[in-house]
């Protein structure tokens, strides 16, 4: 493994952390997205 991909305890930290900011982030928008097209579906019927 290169000396590139080492992390410290503190940037593994920080690293987990960005990544459940972002899965949060995903998860907010892919329901809004969902929530708008069932509601489009929903007015179609």
Do not use: G
Not at 5 to 16: D, H, I, Q, S
Not at 25 to 40: D, E, G, K, P
């Amino acid at each position: 493994m290169a000396k590139s991909f080492w992390l410290t305890p503190e940037e593994a930290v920080l690293r987990n952390k960005r990544r459940k900011q972002l899965l949060s982030v995903i998860f907010v928008v892919a329901t809004v997205i969902i929530s708008a097209l069932v509601t489009i579906l929903a007015n179609n019927i």
